[in-house]
């Protein structure tokens, strides 16, 4: 996602205080103060998708990362605004999520339309590459679980493949997520909607990862 860099971006992100994970180690009970079940999206965005699945599930503690600080603003003022309580955020790179997560403390990740890096010597930078499924491995719980959506069909065939190999059961697999049963309850993200509204059909899988291929 390439943007312009926002005026007094460090202050607005400063402005939205409490809601933005300080740098060094995250334990999310300490961060929200309860232990309810912890929801992780990577590579937020401007934090629709965010918002609108925190505001159906009160009960749940969500956390948001974008490595895009000015982008990660545009999505923490969203949450400011709505006064959603059980979402914080931080500008942080999934590289970095098992230095900066304790072990085995995240239900679900999120991955919604990453950059799919369709050049062969690029793989590694997919955030489903067996490189980032290694460091989601160590900070899901057991039986955590991962759901996927991207328009594009390349790298969701890439992601059920490495997901597979890598010890997660796929339990739901759609090629029209919109056209399918799961559209009821889906929250759009910025880009799905620019997508479908291109015409663009919506890839959506779910997975968990078996509790012997936790450790
Ligand atoms: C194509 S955009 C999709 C944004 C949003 N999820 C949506 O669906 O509208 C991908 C986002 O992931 C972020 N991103 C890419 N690689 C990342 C990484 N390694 N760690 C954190 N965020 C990342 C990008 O900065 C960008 O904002």
């Given at each position: 996602m390439r943007m312009r860099r926002k005026k007094h971006g460090a202050e607005r992100l400063a402005a939205c205080g409490e809601l933005?994970?300080?740098?060094?180690?995250v334990i999310p009970a300490d961060v929200f103060g309860s232990d309810a079940p912890v929801m992780l999206e990577i590579g937020c965005g401007k934090g629709d998708f965010?918002?609108?699945t925190a505001e159906k599930a009160p009960d749940v503690n969500f956390i948001a990362i974008e490595?895009?600080?000015?982008?990660?603003?545009?999505?923490?003022?969203?949450?400011?605004?709505?006064?959603?309580?059980?979402?914080?955020?931080?500008?942080?790179?999934?590289?970095l999520l098992d230095e900066r997560f304790p072990p085995h403390c995240v239900d679900r990740i999120y991955?919604?339309?990453?950059?799919?890096?369709?050049?062969?010597?690029?793989a590694k930078r997919r955030l489903t590459h067996r490189g980032f499924l290694e460091?989601?491995?160590?900070?899901?719980?057991?039986?955590g679980s991962l759901f996927l959506k991207t328009d594009d069909l390349p790298l969701f065939e890439f992601s059920a493949e490495e997901l597979t190999e890598f010890g997660?059961?796929?339990?739901?697999?759609?090629?029209?997520?919109?056209?399918?049963?799961?559209?009821k309850d889906n929250v759009?993200?910025?880009?799905?909607?620019?997508?479908?509204?291109?015409?663009?059909?919506i890839n959506m899988l779910r997975a968990y990862l078996k509790g012997e291929n936790n450790e």
């Amino acid at each position: 996602m390439r943007m312009r860099r926002k005026k007094h971006g460090a202050e607005r992100l400063a402005a939205c205080g409490e809601l933005i994970l300080p740098d060094g180690f995250v334990i999310p009970a300490d961060v929200f103060g309860s232990d309810a079940p912890v929801m992780l999206e990577i590579g937020c965005g401007k934090g629709d998708f965010i918002c609108g699945t925190a505001e159906k599930a009160p009960d749940v503690n969500f956390i948001a990362i974008e490595r895009i600080s000015d982008i990660l603003m545009l999505a923490a003022e969203k949450v400011a605004a709505k006064g959603l309580e059980n979402v914080r955020l931080a500008v942080m790179n999934a590289a970095l999520l098992d230095e900066r997560f304790p072990p085995h403390c995240v239900d679900r990740i999120y991955l919604n339309f990453s950059d799919p890096w369709p050049k062969k010597g690029y793989a590694k930078r997919r955030l489903t590459h067996r490189g980032f499924l290694e460091k989601y491995r160590k900070i899901l719980k057991e039986n955590g679980s991962l759901f996927l959506k991207t328009d594009d069909l390349p790298l969701f065939e890439f992601s059920a493949e490495e997901l597979t190999e890598f010890g997660f059961v796929i339990t739901d697999m759609t090629n029209d997520l919109h056209g399918s049963v799961y559209a009821k309850d889906n929250v759009m993200t910025e880009y799905e909607r620019n997508f479908s509204s291109a015409g663009k059909k919506i890839n959506m899988l779910r997975a968990y990862l078996k509790g012997e291929n936790n450790e």
